[in-house]
């Protein structure tokens, strides 16, 4: 597993395209994005991705991604506010 959060929050934001964020909060460990209702995400291709430990899909505009611990706070900087 890589251990480089910037290019795993590079990854992260190559998968889900940050034009598809409508808005985001985040803890430690999860990322919760609301997205536009048209977006379509690979979520396989996100579950396969180093460092990132779990996608829920709870609505069809919800996604919450579970990282490892430290890695929250790159992902956050380069989906900027």
Do not use: W
């Not at 396969?48 to 779990?54: C, R």
């Not at 579970?66 to 956050?76: A, K, S, T, Y």
């Amino acid at each position: 597993m890589a251990k480089d959060p910037k290019q795993t929050a590079k990854d992260i934001v190559d998968i889900v395209k940050a034009d598809n964020v409508v808005s985001y909060t985040n803890c430690l460990t999860r990322v919760r994005l609301n997205l536009k209702p048209t977006a379509e995400i690979d979520l396989d291709k996100l579950k396969a991705t180093p460092n990132v430990m779990g996608v829920l899909k709870p609505s069809p505009t919800e996604l919450q991604i579970v990282l490892v611990p430290g890695f929250v706070q790159m992902l956050h900087k380069l989906l900027g506010n």
